[in-house]
C-alpha cells in the first residue's frame, strides 16, 4: 500500500478518536467541530478561488443561504434538514449561477469587489425581510427533544463532529475530483492567462460559471450544517463577510491556496490560534487579540505567500539537500 495513503488513513483514525477524548459538550468540542466545518467552507471557495483564481468576497452569501434555506423549510412544511440540506444547496447553486453571469468576465478586484456588493446586498435583505428571515432578531431552528439523526438534532455534539468531519472528506473528494478532471486543467489555464485560454478552444466564461455554481452550492449545505449545529444565527452572523467571506479566503491563503491540504492545514493553525488569543490576550486590552493575530498572518504570508504546505515543502527540502 502507498506510504501517503497509510498516513492518510491513519491521520483519519486519529482525527474520529479525538472526540472521546474530550467533554461531549465542551468548548473544546465545539472549536474541532467548527474547524471541520470552517475547513470545508474553505474547500468550497477553493475550486473557485484556488482553482480560476477568482477571489470571492461574498460568498457568506451562499452559506446564508444554505442555512436560511434548510431552517424556513423545517419550520413552515416541517422538511427533515437532510432534504433541506439537497434544498440550501440548489437555492445557493441557482444564487453561483445568477452571480456569475454578470461578474465572470470580470477580473482580480473588480470580481472581488462585485462579490463583496453581492455578500452585502444579501445581508441587508436579510435584516430587512423579518416576515421570513427574523430580521436582526434572528431565527431558531426547531427544538425536538428526541429529533436524533431523523432531524439531525443530538443531545452530544459528537454526532455533529463527525457530520462536518463527513462534510469536509466529501467536498475535498469533490474538489480533487474537479482538480483532476478537464474542469480542473481549464480552470488552471484560465487562472494562468484567460486570452490565451479562449485561443485553445476554452469557453472561460461557461468555465468559471460552472466551478463557481459547485463552489456555491457546497457552501450552502456548509450553511445548513451550521444552523442546524448552532440552533440560531441571524442575517449578520451568517452574512457575515470578516467572519465567513473574509475568514475562509484568509484559511485558503495562509494553508495554501489552490492545493487540496491547504484549507485543512490554514483551519487547522487559524482557527485554534485564533480561540487562544482571544482566551489569552482579549482581556489585556480591547482589540489585542485581534492585532497578535493579524500580525502573525502578514509574518507568515512574508515569509512564504504561497502558505504553509508550500514552507513545509521548502523546509524538507532543504533538509534533505
Same mark, same amino acid.
Given at each position: 500500500?502507498?506510504?501517503?495513503?497509510?498516513?492518510?488513513?491513519?491521520?483519519?483514525?486519529?482525527?474520529?478518536?479525538?472526540?472521546?477524548?474530550?467533554?461531549?459538550?465542551?468548548?473544546?468540542?465545539?472549536?474541532?467541530?467548527? %474547524?471541520?466545518?470552517?475547513?470545508?467552507?474553505?474547500?468550497?471557495?477553493?475550486?473557485?478561488?484556488?482553482?480560476?483564481?477568482?477571489?470571492?468576497?461574498?460568498?457568506?452569501?451562499?452559506?446564508?443561504?444554505?442555512?436560511?434555506?434548510?431552517?424556513?423549510?423545517?419550520?413552515?412544511?416541517?422538511?427533515?434538514?437532510?432534504?433541506?440540506?439537497?434544498?440550501?444547496?440548489?437555492?445557493?447553486?441557482?444564487?453561483?449561477?445568477? %452571480?456569475?453571469?454578470?461578474?465572470?468576465?470580470?477580473?482580480?478586484?473588480?470580481?472581488?469587489?462585485?462579490? %463583496?456588493?453581492?455578500?452585502?446586498?444579501?445581508?441587508?435583505?436579510?435584516?430587512?425581510?423579518?416576515?421570513?428571515?427574523?430580521?436582526?432578531?434572528?431565527?431558531?431552528?426547531?427544538?425536538?427533544?428526541?429529533?436524533?439523526?431523523?432531524?439531525?438534532?443530538?443531545?452530544?455534539?459528537?454526532?455533529?463532529?463527525?457530520?462536518?468531519?463527513?462534510?469536509?472528506?466529501?467536498?475535498?473528494?469533490?474538489?480533487?475530483?474537479?482538480?483532476?478532471?478537464?474542469?480542473?486543467?481549464?480552470?488552471?489555464?484560465?487562472?494562468?492567462?484567460?486570452?490565451?485560454?479562449?485561443?485553445?478552444?476554452?469557453?472561460?466564461?461557461?468555465?468559471?460559471?460552472?466551478?463557481?455554481?459547485?463552489?456555491?452550492?457546497?457552501?450552502?449545505?456548509?450553511?445548513?450544517?451550521?444552523?442546524?449545529?448552532?440552533?440560531?444565527?441571524?442575517?449578520?452572523?451568517?452574512?457575515?463577510?470578516?467572519?465567513?467571506?473574509?475568514?475562509?479566503?484568509?484559511?485558503?491563503?495562509?494553508?495554501?491556496?489552490?492545493?487540496?491540504?491547504?484549507?485543512?492545514?490554514?483551519?487547522?493553525?487559524?482557527?485554534?490560534?485564533?480561540?487562544?488569543?482571544?482566551?489569552?490576550?482579549?482581556?489585556?486590552?480591547?482589540?489585542?487579540?485581534?492585532?497578535?493575530?493579524?500580525?502573525?498572518?502578514?509574518?507568515?504570508?512574508?515569509?512564504?505567500?504561497?502558505?504553509?504546505?508550500?514552507?513545509?515543502?521548502?523546509?524538507?527540502?532543504?533538509?534533505?539537500?
Amino acid at each position: 500500500m502507498n506510504r501517503t495513503l497509510v498516513y492518510l488513513v491513519l491521520a483519519l483514525v486519529g482525527v474520529c478518536i479525538l472526540p472521546w477524548l474530550v467533554s461531549e459538550n465542551g468548548y473544546v468540542l465545539r472549536v474541532m467541530t467548527l %474547524l471541520m466545518l470552517f475547513a470545508a467552507m474553505a474547500q468550497s471557495w477553493n475550486i473557485v478561488g484556488g482553482l480560476a483564481n477568482q477571489i470571492s468576497l461574498g460568498h457568506a452569501a451562499f452559506f446564508g443561504l444554505g442555512a436560511y434555506t434548510s431552517t424556513i423549510l423545517l419550520i413552515r412544511v416541517g422538511l427533515s434538514p437532510w432534504l433541506g440540506l439537497m434544498a440550501g444547496m440548489a437555492v445557493a447553486a441557482a444564487a453561483g449561477a445568477l %452571480l456569475s453571469l454578470p461578474t465572470m468576465r470580470l477580473k482580480g478586484h473588480y470580481f472581488a469587489l462585485a462579490t %463583496l456588493a453581492f455578500g452585502e446586498v444579501m445581508r441587508t435583505m436579510g435584516n430587512s425581510w423579518s416576515s421570513v428571515t427574523g430580521g436582526p432578531a434572528g431565527i431558531s431552528v426547531p427544538l425536538v427533544p428526541d429529533g436524533g439523526w431523523a432531524l439531525m438534532q443530538f443531545n452530544s455534539s459528537r454526532p455533529y463532529f463527525y457530520i462536518m468531519l463527513a462534510a469536509l472528506l466529501v467536498i475535498t473528494g469533490i474538489y480533487w475530483k474537479i482538480s483532476t478532471s478537464r474542469l480542473g486543467y481549464e480552470l488552471r489555464a484560465v487562472k494562468a492567462n484567460v486570452d490565451s485560454a479562449e485561443v485553445i478552444g476554452i469557453h472561460t466564461a461557461r468555465t468559471k460559471m460552472l466551478a463557481a455554481t459547485i463552489s456555491a452550492g457546497l457552501m450552502g449545505a456548509c450553511g445548513v450544517l451550521y444552523a442546524q449545529f448552532n440552533f440560531f444565527f441571524d442575517p449578520d452572523s451568517v452574512f457575515s463577510l470578516v467572519s465567513v467571506s473574509v475568514r475562509i479566503a484568509l484559511i485558503c491563503i495562509i494553508g495554501g491556496i489552490g492545493t487540496v491540504a491547504g484549507p485543512i492545514i490554514g483551519a487547522c493553525f487559524l482557527l485554534p490560534l485564533e480561540e487562544l488569543f482571544n482566551a489569552t490576550l482579549s482581556s489585556a486590552g480591547a482589540g489585542l487579540s485581534q492585532l497578535a493575530f493579524g500580525l502573525i498572518l502578514i509574518l507568515i504570508i512574508l515569509i512564504e505567500p504561497r502558505g504553509l504546505q508550500a514552507l513545509y515543502q521548502r523546509l524538507v527540502l532543504r533538509r534533505s539537500v
